[in-house]
Structures are given as structure tokens and as C-alpha cells.
């Protein structure tokens, strides 16, 4: 009797797991209801698109599960590498533990699109990022070498982007979808394009020397001999630290802060390749993460 019991439960479960394997390998994907469509045959498709962009602010701001978009307030980076090898600025930078605040507050100002060619152009603006983590920094400006690591913190204000999205037609499960093959950026800062927590606009500065010496004595004469120069100071309204973990000394640190307050937009001029090279490998992972889930009839009707 036992026996029989057991081959039963066996049975039924078994004849559960197939029926909802079966229920869900026949279930067709859906547009979520956050989503808004669009028609190809609409005069204004470009405005509409923009327009469905835009809706998805305070749920990209949450994350979208359904569609394995993870949260972009705060969004986390585990990793960026830039790299510059030409001009005044030749520089290895690798960022980690990255947070960026403020990338949710984004307004699409303009699209231009060719879906037959799964061509999109996007404006965005966005009024201010806060991005803070960990660096390392390696080459040379100038004339000088660089080496530093160490935490970072940056500001920039009134950012304009420009994403070139290049895609793809594929099919999976007899439903179309589209795939990003190359995801293009460019961005400028307006006004104070690169804040840094040192000498921009007019930032005082307080120091503290401490001196620590000891009496010697050479030739019958007494003299102070320095055997350590500890210098700490402060900074008012300050925009950017760097703390160096690898110089330890924060003379260097100010130093550097100085140079890249005194020298912002030449620096980030000769950076911004690289910079949206690296921005836009991390985005494009990013938006394939959704547009593989969600059909095109979905969000493109014809």
C-alpha cells in the first residue's frame, strides 16, 4: 500500500513539472505595462519613441526584474578601463567599485531613427552625475609620470550625450528581436565641465605643518636635523579628493588635484574617446539585457 502511495506521488509530481515546463515554454513573451508601444506607421515615431524612453525614468530608477535591468539609482559599475595613448595626456585609468548618482534624472531631448536599418540616435541631458569610487592611474602628462591609486570623487554638471545604437535583426522562438551590435557616446560638460575638491573656483585652502626634528651635532656646532614633515590641510568648498594609498602622502594628492583643476577641460578633451568607448561597452550589455526579452512587434507595432 505504502508502495503504491509513493509511485502516485511520484506520478503526479512528475505530470505537475511537465505541465508547467510545457505552460512556460509555450508562453509568449509580453510587453510590460510600464512600456508603452509605438507604430511604425506613425508620422511622429521619432517623438513617441523619445516620448516611451522618457516614461521609463522612475522604473529604470527601481530597475526593471522582469526584463533583468538592474537599478540605476545608484548604478554600480564594477569596472571601467580607459586608456589614452596619443597626445599630452597618455594615461592607463582603471575605475572599480564605481557608484554614479543621478543617471536616472536623464531626459531623452531628441531621437532620430531608421528601424529598418535598427538605427537610433539619442539625445540626452543630463543635469548633474555624482560618481565615486576607486582608481588607478598610470602614464604620463606632459612631461611628467604619473602613477596613483587611491578613492575618487567627481561632479560634473549639465552633461549633453549623443548614443548612436546600432542593432540587428535576430530571430529566437520563432519571435524577432533586436540585438545591439555596436552602441556609440559622446558627451560634453557644460559651464564647469570637471569639479575636483581643490583650487576650483577659488577654493581656500588651510594647511598644518608639523615638524618634527632633532638636535645633531657636527664640527663643535649644534644644528636641527628634520627627521619627519607631516602636512595636513583643509579645503573650502571643495568639489573633488583624491586620497593616494600608494605615494602616502597627500602633497601629492593636492598636487594633483591642483594640476587637474588648473588643466579640466584639456584633460577631459584628450580623455573623452576612451572615456565613451568604456561607457558605451557597459551601456550596451546594459540595453541588450532588455531588448532580448522583449520582442519587436512588442514595442514597434506594425
Sequence with gaps: MADRCVKFLLVFCLTIICHNGEAAENEKPKL???????????????????????????????????????????????????????????????????????????????????????????????PRIEVSGHYEVSGQV????????????????????????????????????????????????????????????????AAITKIYGKEIERDNEKYMSIERLLVDFKLKNSRFKVRDTVNHGSVIGEAMNQFLNNNAPEIIEEMRPAASLAIAKHFQTFLNAAFNKIPINLWLQP
Design 32 to 126: 510590460p505595462d510600464y512600456l508603452p508601444s509605438c507604430k511604425r506607421s506613425d508620422p511622429e515615431l521619432d517623438t513617441c519613441i523619445k516620448n516611451s524612453f522618457n516614461s521609463l525614468r522612475p522604473h529604470l530608477a527601481r530597475g526593471l526584474t522582469d526584463l533583468g535591468v538592474p537599478p540605476v539609482e545608484p548604478l554600480l559599475i564594477d569596472r571601467l578601463v580607459m586608456e589614452n595613448s596619443a597626445g599630452p595626456v597618455r594615461v592607463t585609468a582603471a575605475f572599480s567599485n564605481i557608484t554614479v548618482i543621478g543617471p536616472s534624472n536623464y531626459t531623452v531631448t531628441k531621437i532620430r531613427s531608421d528601424l529598418k536599418k535598427m538605427r537610433i540616435d539619442m539625445g540626452l541631458a543630463l
Design 142 to 205: 606632459l612631461l611628467f609620470p604619473v602613477r596613483s591609486q587611491g578613492n575618487f570623487w567627481a561632479a560634473f554638471i549639465d552633461v549633453a550625450a549623443i548614443a548612436k545604437i546600432y542593432g540587428k535583426e535576430i530571430e529566437r522562438d520563432n519571435e524577432k528581436y533586436m540585438s545591439i551590435e555596436r552602441l556609440l557616446v559622446d558627451f560634453k560638460l557644460k559651464n564647469s565641465r570637471f569639479k575636483v575638491r581643490d583650487t576650483v573656483n577659488h577654493v581656500d585652502v
